[in-house]
């Protein structure tokens, strides 16, 4: 039985984030880095870090700085963007978890978010190989049209309303993504309005940054995503232009489900149809 492990990560000018490390009992073949969507906490991700543990990986899950175990008591007054969550929190648990394996080959497993950003991770040329999950651009306007609807109002009018008056996205007052440090959302909206997402905001260093990488990766999409069509998938993967590149686009009939969506995939009961099938093989 895998036993997950708490740990506080030192960051950065004295913050720390808290993180779970899932040990397998036998040997350590490599190690396995799961980087979170936005507004989704790392408990989400133990089945599947468990599993993988049981297959021999050691694991670590973590939350960033202002979400899930590594939330302060107030938000307010937080200082914190999505490139201090890649340049910090992400750079430490590269870090920590190489020490603890060992320095075995380190595997990315980015879900939405946690596939967007390794392009501003400062250790990215540490990662052995990169695998998205439901990752795409976020470009409001390639989004799937039901979405699209929605996230208008989301943009133009909730995020900067709410955000000026609370200090912070009061997304579960809203029922929209979570509760979100101010500089986060606010970085995030400027991504989300743009075509080309990130590098279209942060500028040419990080494009050429993206574009530098020369990590493979493997990207898997699902048909009945509803937050990332398949435009929003290809464009952001085209954003690591130097490394070699394979997309998997699953639809759910392919691995006799009725629905995958854009959470799915780390489900138990997806466990032999998409980890031991699909995930696992990437990783050896």
Known sequence: MVQPQLRSIGTHAGRSIVATFFRPEARIRASVLIAPAMGVSQGFYAPVAAWLASEGFLVATFDYLGMGLSRPAKLRGLRVSITDWATFDCEAMIHAIQHESGGRPLYWVGHSLGGQIPGLVPSRERIFKLVTIACGSGYWRDNPLA???????????????????????????????????????????????????????????????????????????????????????????????????????????????????????????????????????ELV
Not at 166 to 192: A, H, I, N, S
Not at 237 to 245: F, I
């Open 147 to 281: 979405l699209r609807r929605r996230v208008w109002w989301l943009w133009y009018v909730a995020a900067p309303i709410a955000t000026r008056i609370f200090g912070y996205f009061p997304g579960k007052r809203l029922r929209k993504v979570g509760d979100l440090p101010r500089g986060v959302m606010e970085q995030w909206r400027r991504w989300c309005l743009n075509p080309h997402y990130a590098v279209g905001v942060e500028g040419a260093a990080i494009e050429a940054q993206y574009a530098s990488l020369r990590t493979p990766i493997t990207s898997f999409s699902f048909s009945d995503d509803e937050f990332m069509s398949l435009q929003n998938t290809e464009s952001l993967h085209r954003c690591y232009a130097g490394a070699p590149r394979t997309m998997k686009r699953i639809a759910p009939m392919d691995v006799g489900a009725e629905r995958i969506g854009h959470f799915g995939f780390f489900k138990t009961r997806f466990r032999e149809s998409l980890w031991k099938a699909h995930l696992l093989p």
